[in-house]
């Protein structure tokens, strides 16, 4: 960290030792070791209780979280949230304008543009006749005339 060498450290004690003396020196060092020690005791401290506020406080998001889902599920209304769907899509089809008319909008009403239809002997004669025709073309069905004359 500071990258002090075996020199500087006998630099340092020389001085130490004339500045203070060689009767005080043990007590200074004694009392610098115990200072540091008392220094790193309050960082280690410091970093402890501020790690521990940080995991509270993790805690208590993943807490808040939890609380959420489990109020979500709590109100979990798998009909009612159908239902509300349902509702939100038709209320959508009814809010959109419609872009084409309908065909019986445009259309004249039936009455006004149809030809009158003829009731009579004219609309019962083609239906025997297709008649014929059907069982003429169904070779399993012999005609009924066949089996009454054997």
Same mark, same amino acid.
């Given at each position: 960290?500071?990258?002090?060498?075996?020199?500087?450290?006998?630099?340092?004690?020389?001085?130490?030792?004339?500045?203070?003396?060689?009767?005080?020196?043990?007590?200074?060092?004694?009392?610098?070791?115990?200072?540091?020690?008392?220094?790193?005791?309050?960082?280690?401290?410091?970093?402890?209780?501020?790690?521990?506020?940080?995991?509270?406080?993790?805690?208590?998001?993943?807490?808040?979280?939890?609380?959420?889902?489990?109020?979500?599920?709590?109100?979990?209304?798998?009909?009612?949230?159908?239902?509300?769907?349902?509702?939100?899509? =038709? +209320?959508? $089809? #009814?809010?959109?304008?419609? /872009?084409?008319?309908? !065909?019986? &909008?445009? %259309?004249?009403?039936?009455?006004?543009?149809?030809?009158?239809?003829?009731?009579?002997?004219?609309?019962?004669?083609?239906?025997? =006749? +297709?008649? $014929? #025709?059907?069982?003429?073309? /169904?070779?399993?069905? !012999?005609? &009924?005339? %066949?089996?009454?004359?054997?």
């Amino acid at each position: 960290m500071f990258d002090i060498g075996w020199t500087e450290l006998m630099v340092i004690a020389c001085i130490a030792i004339i500045v203070v003396g060689p009767k005080d020196l043990p007590r200074m060092l004694r009392t610098l070791g115990q200072t540091l020690g008392k220094m790193r005791r309050m960082s280690r401290e410091f970093q402890s209780t501020f790690n521990d506020a940080l995991r509270e406080a993790e805690q208590q998001a993943d807490i808040a979280d939890m609380k959420k889902q489990v109020e979500d599920v709590a109100n979990f209304n798998p009909l009612g949230d159908l239902k509300k769907s349902i509702e939100e899509d =038709a +209320a959508q $089809k #009814a809010s959109r304008p419609m /872009t084409t008319k309908p !065909a019986s &909008a445009d %259309e004249e009403p039936a009455s006004d543009t149809a030809p009158p239809v003829e009731t009579g002997a004219a609309d019962a004669e083609p239906k025997p =006749a +297709a008649a $014929k #025709a059907d069982a003429a073309n /169904t070779p399993d069905k !012999a005609p &009924a005339t %066949e089996d009454v004359k054997a």
